[in-house]
Structure formats: C-alpha cells, structure tokens
C-alpha cells in the first residue's frame, strides 16, 4: 500500500495505502462558482504576483515549471497526507505497480499521526528480508529527516536503480534507541496469491496485495484446493495478514466470492457523485465452508474492506490484532502534460455503515503476543502460531456445523 478513472470511460478502482485510479465528476452549480468567481480571481492575483516577484527577485534563476509544481505540491501537501501533485513520471510508475512489478525496497508506507510509518513490508522483498516489520517509524532516509516530507517525496527517496543502497533509520516499540537498516533495492515482483492445504480438507490462502488479476488467481487457487481434497474442503483460512490494500474492484470481487447478496462496501464523499456502493452477486458464490479470516497492524484498506464485510456478515470468524485504519478514498485526476493529483474525495464504509478511518477493525479472536510468519512452507506454517490457532479454530467451526447439519438435538 488505498476513486474512479478515465480510461476509454471505463471505471476502475483502487484503494491502497498510496493510491486510488479514479476520476472526479464535476460537483458545483454554475451560481456557485459565479459567486466565488470575484474572490476567486482576486487571490489568483495574488498568487500570479508572488510567482513574478519570486522569479524576478529570488537568488537563484527559477523557471516557471519549477515555481508552478512547487505551488501545486505544497498546496495539496497542506490538505492531508494521501493528496498529493504527481509528476509524470511518478504517475506513470504508479500505473505500472498495479500490475505487481516495480523498482523499490518492497514496503508499503504511510502518514501517521504526521509520521513515516510501515504498514507492511511485501513479502520475500528486500525489505522483508532485512526486517523491517508494520508498525515501524522511519525518522530518517539516508541520514535526512523524514519530518515535514509529503508521502510521495519520501517514496521518491526510498526508490532507485536496482542494486543501489539505501539506509532508513526506524523507531520501533521495544528498541531502546533508533536503528538504521541498509537494504539493497531491487526489482519487486508480487505474487498476489499463494494457497496450500493445511491439513486434510482445510485450506489456506494467502492475499498479499490486491492486484489486477488478484479475483482471478484466488478462483484458481481455490479450484486448486477442491482437487487436492476431492472428498470435499471443510474449512478455509483467508489470510490478510501484512496485506497494505489495493485495487478495490478485486477487493469487491474477492469479498464477492463468499457472500452473496448485500452491500459490500459504500465510498461516501462530499457531494452525491462521490457516493458509491458496491454489492454482492448470488451468481460465483463459493460454498459456505466454515471460514478465518487472519489480519494483524499491517492490514489496509482494500484488506480491511474484504474483512469488515465478512465480520459484518458473520460469513466469517476474524483473527489477529486490529488493522491498520486506512479507509479514506484517493481519486487520482489525470492532467494534460502527462501528470496528475492525488485528491482524498471520501472515505468507505463496512455493509453495517462502520467507518474504517484511522479506526481499523477489531478481531472477533484477538491474537495477543504470538506473531504470524503468513508464510508459505510447511516449515513455517508449522512455526506460525496465529495460523496454527487459526486452523484450530475453523476446525472447531467445521465440526460445529456439521453438528448443526445432522439435525442432532
């Protein structure tokens, strides 16, 4: 890591920790933007003096590009954290990440509470593998402070050429002082989804991030599962663990997949073209096995969506500890020279109208003081304590409902 696009008219979503595809739909009546016209211009008067006395007068040359991006910048900066002014290359670099291949350390991040905080590191990535965990602060990058930075200058800082270093200094609950990781960038290459059977009849899939064909790979997997177990699936574990959000299309279809009729989630913004709701179809329905869902600090957005409909639903017992809170909706707003902003324009809401926004959900179970691995091996499924109580749990859950079936008083 969480809006709507133009693209051949064609809508698309996407909600994550850093970006959301999307368009804005004009939303002011003409006697409202004539009675602001006058005020308006004024300040642009303003605004056009400032820029010729600064190029004129400032030390050093400044072209008008330069003063111009600054301004945009710094007045999105002002707004919040996720709104942002988005060169063209960083536009063209966000469009490529969700297709699941980028340049970078592999760490989703975000502003919180006016800090640069981890909210996952993508599995098997330099990141991951250096150890930097959800839930880190990043004071610095390369000796520089992070405090005051946009979002997106501190991702610029953290990206560059493969095999390049970069060395972040993290705060963390439990370290007595700050400490710096050198981590070696590389090519970040995502597999969404990952499954394997746990045990006879009960399965396990795995979600690191929502991605174009991320509905796709998880039909898959789980058609995978149903032939490694042909006397029949009993239970699954959903694990979201560390996953920072994503496309919200494929959130929708993910949570699609198991619930089939209700709202799923509804975006609701300033004005009526930024209200939304996206509902669940009887048609695709996956059976009702008895159902996990794991979820922990690092669970975003789109992630948080799939969750909070399940619970809401009771389709399914969650797991772990509170997510990380990220429910507010980035509408990305294609400009003519090839750039683009990054507008914050709503915030989404579970099926039972919870809003997510620096709240997060809580788990029906709380996980406290194991850690999970969501890893993939049966090594590590074996150590992952949260997945191991996990498939306790959906076991009971299977047995139950077998109980119930049988009409056995």
């Avoid at 002011?28 to 211009?41: F, M």
Wanted: proline fraction near 3%; include cysteine; charged fraction near 25%.
């Amino acid at each position: 890591m969480e809006g709507r696009m133009f693209k051949h008219k064609k809508l698309a979503l996407l909600i994550g920790v850093w970006f959301a595809f999307g368009i804005v739909v004009g939303g002011l009546y003409v006697h409202q933007v004539a009675a602001r016209s006058d005020k308006t211009y004024e300040k642009l008067k303003l605004f056009t003096e400032v820029v010729e006395l600064v190029k004129k007068n400032y030390v050093e040359e400044v072209t008008i590009d330069q003063l111009i991006s600054g301004a945009v910048e710094g007045m999105l900066h002002s707004l919040d954290p996720h709104s942002a002014y988005l060169s063209p290359d960083m536009y063209r670099e966000l469009q490529v990440e969700t297709k699941g291949t980028f340049g970078g350390l592999g760490i989703e991040i975000s502003i919180k509470e006016g800090i640069l905080t981890v909210i996952a590191p993508i599995e098997d990535t330099p990141a991951d593998q250096a150890g930097v965990q959800a839930g880190d602060k990043i004071v610095r990058i390369d000796g520089e402070s992070t405090k005051g930075l946009s979002l997106l200058e501190c991702v610029k800082r953290l990206r560059g050429p493969r095999g390049t270093e970069v060395t972040i200094t993290i705060l963390r609950e439990g370290l007595t002082k700050p400490k710096d990781f050198t981590i070696v960038r590389d090519i970040i290459e995502i597999k969404s989804v990952k499954y394997k059977t746990m045990e006879k009849g009960y399965g396990w899939l795995r979600i690191s991030q929502y991605q174009e064909q991320t509905a796709t790979e998880l039909q898959k997997a789980v058609h995978s599962l149903e032939q490694e177990n042909p006397e029949g699936l009993k239970g699954l574990i959903l694990d979201l663990r560390n996953n920072p959000g994503g496309l919200l299309d494929q959130a929708v279809k993910v949570a699609d997949f198991f619930l089939d009729e209700g709202v799923i989630v509804s975006i609701k913004g300033r004005g009526d073209e930024e209200k939304m709701t996206f509902n669940a179809h009887k048609r695709g329905t996956l059976p009702a096995w008895p159902m996990v869902v794991l979820v922990n600090h690092g669970s975003a957005s789109a992630s948080e969506i799939v969750a909070g409909a399940l619970q809401d639903y009771g389709r399914a017992v969650v797991m772990g500890s509170k997510t990380f809170g990220k429910g507010s909706v980035q509408t990305i707003i294609p400009l003519e020279d090839g750039s683009g902003l990054r507008l914050t324009t709503a915030q989404y809401y579970t099926p039972k109208g919870r809003t997510i926004h620096e709240k997060g959900i809580e788990p029906d179970i709380a996980l406290v003081g194991v850690e999970g691995t969501a890893g993939e091996t049966k090594k590590e499924v074996a150590e992952d304590p949260q997945l191991t109580r996990a498939l306790e749990h959906v076991k009971g859950l299977s047995i139950f409902q077998k109980y119930l079936s049988t009409g056995v008083k």
